[in-house]
């Protein structure tokens, strides 16, 4: 090619390379300036108004939140409103009070934010702040959206210590020169055990068993919901009749009768209370109510063959971050939940609270949880942290509005006592169990 030929195309290349470097300096220029446009602001004053549908104080609620927000955020004033006579939500909301962000348990979520209208969709917010769900259990967030129709995603889950695992009274063991229960124990490898571990010694009774029964079959291993996903009625009564007779033959054994006039939550309490019962399923959390001076320790909760390693769901008793409809400022209220939800901050919990994390991005829990806490030393962490929770039942059919969750577990608590207090038939227990959920499905539709 001729310097003639060459001249006209060096200067087209020239001509497109600085248009490039142009556009380049132009994109780039755009990208910074994008940039420094921060999802939000972190030095506008907002105030944000937090309540709970759990009796928190303001002091344990700054102790374990609140300090820390405003050290990290101080931008942000934190208006704590401590649940009492006058200040439920309900109450608040009445009296044209909005929380901003609410903390609470799954169970009673109708009360203080669905029936309220409060909740809110913050599956948005997470994606407009490049927020990774994936890094949650996945059952702690299929639970918290089969609260409502729409299958939204109102909360984030917290750390929880509602796993369920199986206590032992290690001195009754070696007073009766039985070997210890093992990691991996079936229920009727319990039961059995529970037959020879409950005795009557010149007049002192030793119960084989106890159980907090009413979590147990609410966060059942076989996933068994309450309401139907399909229609509004009771979900399979043989399934639930499986679950029922599954806890109530344990008190039928001689001298493992539930005490005359006592309640469930005194049952629930029984192991460390009284100290004369060898055994107990309940969740893990119990533990801080044990007396020092009791020698225990714990075995992973016991199985069904049908579904092998596998605790109860983390459904019910977890707890969950939820930013209200009425927030003014979400953006800067999801940053402080992101926080409050960090690793960092669930393995500082999971150390000194010995709480569950609710991300499964954590490694070691068996090694971490409860680590700082002297009650804890030495005991089998391994119970808590190694089974997998059972899988949370699928979402109602759109159109279904459900029911009251505490209202239908009265009823299953109800049934239970039925069978194992008054004796009733398991039929007839069963027969009254569909029509008191009907009822409340009727309750719910009518609100």
Same mark, same amino acid.
């Given at each position: 090619? /001729?310097?003639?030929?060459?001249? %006209?195309?060096?200067?087209?290349?020239?001509?497109?390379?600085?248009?490039?470097?142009?556009?380049?300096?132009?994109?780039?220029?755009?990208? /910074? !300036?994008?940039?420094?446009?921060?999802?939000?602001?972190?030095?506008?004053?907002?105030?944000?108004?937090?309540?709970?549908?759990?009796?928190?104080?303001?002091?344990?609620?700054?102790?374990?939140?609140?300090?820390?927000?405003?050290?990290?955020? %101080?931008?942000?004033?934190?208006?704590?409103?401590?649940?009492?006579?006058?200040?439920?939500? %309900? !109450?608040?909301?009445?009296?044209?009070?909005? %929380?901003?962000?609410?903390?609470?348990?799954?169970?009673?979520?109708?009360? =203080?934010?669905?029936?309220?209208?409060?909740?809110?969709?913050?599956?948005?917010?997470?994606?407009?702040?490049?927020?990774?769900?994936?890094?949650? !259990?996945?059952?702690?967030?299929?639970?918290?959206?089969?609260?409502?129709?729409?299958?939204?995603?109102?909360?984030?889950?917290?750390?929880?210590?509602?796993?369920?695992?199986?206590?032992?009274?290690?001195?009754? #063991?070696?007073? #009766?020169?039985?070997?210890?229960?093992?990691?991996?124990?079936?229920?009727?490898?319990? =039961?059995?055990?529970? /037959?020879?571990?409950?005795?009557?010694?010149?007049?002192?009774?030793?119960?084989?068993?106890?159980?907090?029964?009413?979590?147990?079959?609410?966060?059942?291993?076989?996933?068994?919901?309450?309401?139907?996903?399909?229609?509004?009625?009771?979900?399979?009564? $043989?399934?639930?009749?499986?679950?029922?007779?599954?806890?109530?033959? #344990?008190?039928?054994?001689?001298?493992?009768?539930?005490?005359?006039?006592?309640?469930?939550?005194? $049952?629930?309490?029984?192991?460390?209370?009284?100290?004369?019962?060898?055994?107990?399923?309940?969740? #893990?959390?119990?533990?801080?109510?044990?007396?020092? $001076?009791?020698?225990?320790?714990?075995?992973?909760?016991?199985?069904?063959?049908?579904?092998?390693?596998?605790?109860?769901?983390?459904?019910?008793?977890?707890?969950?971050?939820?930013?209200?409809?009425?927030?003014?400022?979400?953006?800067?209220?999801?940053?402080?939940?992101?926080?409050?939800?960090?690793?960092?901050?669930?393995?500082?919990?999971?150390?000194?609270?010995?709480?569950?994390?609710?991300?499964?991005?954590?490694?070691?829990?068996?090694?971490?949880?409860?680590?700082?806490?002297?009650?804890?030393?030495?005991?089998?962490?391994?119970?808590?942290?190694?089974?997998?929770?059972?899988?949370?039942?699928?979402?109602?059919?759109?159109?279904?509005?459900?029911?009251?969750?505490?209202?239908?577990?009265?009823?299953?608590?109800?049934?239970?006592?039925?069978?194992?207090?008054?004796?009733?038939?398991?039929?007839?227990?069963?027969?009254?169990?569909? !029509?008191?959920?009907?009822?409340?499905?009727?309750?719910?539709?009518?609100?």
């Amino acid at each position: 090619m /001729k310097m003639k030929q060459i001249a %006209p195309v060096m200067s087209a290349l020239l001509a497109v390379t600085m248009l490039a470097a142009c556009s380049s300096k132009g994109n780039e220029s755009a990208t /910074k !300036e994008t940039a420094v446009q921060p999802v939000v602001d972190m030095t506008k004053p907002v105030t944000l108004t937090v309540a709970s549908g759990l009796g928190m104080s303001l002091e344990d609620f700054d102790k374990s939140y609140g300090d820390d927000i405003r050290k990290k955020f %101080p931008n942000v004033t934190l208006n704590y409103i401590a649940r009492g006579q006058g200040t439920t939500i %309900p !109450e608040l909301i009445a009296a044209g009070t909005y %929380p901003d962000l609410v903390f609470g348990v799954l169970s009673d979520v109708d009360n =203080y934010l669905i029936n309220l209208n409060l909740h809110m969709d913050m599956a948005p917010l997470a994606k407009k702040h490049g927020y990774d769900l994936g890094r949650f !259990e996945p059952g702690l967030l299929d639970a918290i959206k089969t609260t409502t129709p729409e299958g939204s995603l109102i909360g984030l889950p917290m750390p929880y210590g509602g796993t369920q695992v199986m206590f032992y009274n290690k001195s009754i #063991f070696d007073k #009766f020169g039985v070997p210890y229960p093992k990691d991996g124990m079936t229920w009727d490898d319990t =039961y059995d055990l529970a /037959k020879k571990m409950t005795r009557n010694e010149g007049g002192e009774i030793y119960r084989g068993f106890s159980s907090f029964y009413g979590v147990v079959l609410r966060d059942n291993q076989l996933s068994v919901p309450y309401l139907d996903p399909k229609a509004d009625k009771m979900y399979n009564p $043989e399934k639930w009749k499986e679950l029922f007779l599954n806890i109530s033959r #344990f008190y039928e054994i001689p001298n493992n009768m539930r005490a005359e006039g006592t309640s469930q939550t005194t $049952e629930a309490a029984a192991f460390g209370a009284t100290q004369k019962v060898a055994l107990t399923v309940t969740q #893990f959390g119990a533990y801080s109510g044990l007396p020092d $001076e009791m020698n225990w320790d714990m075995v992973t909760m016991p199985t069904f063959k049908e579904a092998p390693n596998t605790s109860g769901m983390v459904t019910g008793s977890s707890a969950y971050w939820y930013i209200t409809k009425t927030n003014q400022n979400p953006d800067m209220t999801f940053k402080v939940v992101e926080y409050l939800l960090s690793d960092e901050r669930q393995i500082a919990e999971a150390k000194s609270k010995a709480n569950m994390p609710s991300v499964r991005t954590i490694k070691d829990l068996d090694k971490i949880l409860g680590s700082e806490m002297p009650k804890l030393k030495g005991k089998n962490m391994a119970a808590v942290t190694t089974m997998k929770p059972a899988a949370v039942p699928p979402a109602r059919s759109q159109g279904l509005v459900g029911a009251n969750l505490n209202e239908l577990k009265k009823i299953v608590e109800g049934t239970i006592n039925k069978l194992i207090i008054n004796k009733i038939d398991i039929n007839t227990a069963l027969r009254e169990a569909e !029509e008191a959920m009907a009822k409340q499905v009727e309750a719910k539709k009518s609100q």
